[in-house]
């Protein structure tokens, strides 16, 4: 029933997630990686399904890489 | 991660950072011209998703410069080159972004704690109820496991984040909690619920893509 995906995929849990305080404590490894073309999601597969599922660190993830590639990086 | 020898770029904020007077003052200031920068435009790109607009939005974004500048200074010997010395320099600055914006939330919020506004659940989900009776069963199932199997607490933030779409940054400042032990709590409900919609036969059992 596909008008049940978007709940389905809410409810989807990965085991490998670390969570919040594990994800920000390297965030700045990780967005270097991402940066850099690195495999980030392959190195550090735990941060990866974190940062899918948890919105707010999602969200100072795509803010730190803007920062990063956005012309602040000498 | 082990630790890498520092880039060029990183050791020389270092060196200038750890100079003696006016070369270390001008390393902060360029330092924390750069952590303004980062901060408004941070700001201007979360702007749709916060009820804080103009002018204060501008100072939440140079309050959290300041003080993003006062904890690198403090945690300087901290930095260990396992990145770029300015990306963990900014990561900084965005989570003070964050933490200030959950704060500044609720002088002006979009919904109030405790609202409890179930009817919006289908369309947080896209779900209309009218249409399939299956649709409905469901969402009464995820409330009777909210409501049931869920402790005041857990149900509470529950509730916040998921049914009156609370932010969770402003949810965190609110009740004085945090950020992880609000994620677990909905890491934990998503799992309930998932268990008790498959028992139901409303989803399938998971597959093996990593999933539970």
Known sequence: ?74 | MPAQDLDEESSAWLRRLGAAGAGRRVAERDLHARLVRIALAEVRRRAASTPVAGQELDDVAHQAADDAMLAILAKLADFRGESRFTTWAYRFVILEVSAKLGRHYWRHPLVALDAGQWERLPDRFGIDPERHAEAAGVLAEVRRVVEEELTAHQRRIFVAVVVDQVPRDALVAGLGLRKNAVYKVIFDARRKIRRALVAKGYLEEPGGSGDE
């Open chain 1, 1 to 74: 029933m596909s008008e049940l995906d978007r709940l389905e995929r809410f409810l989807r849990t990965d085991p490998r997630d670390v969570g919040c305080d594990e994800a920000m404590a390297v965030l700045h490894v990780y967005v270097d990686l991402v940066a850099d073309g690195e495999d980030a999601a392959g190195r550090c597969p735990g941060v990866a399904a974190h940062l899918l599922a948890c919105g707010p660190c999602g969200e100072d993830f795509t803010g730190l890489l803007a920062a990063v590639t956005g012309g602040e990086r000498e």
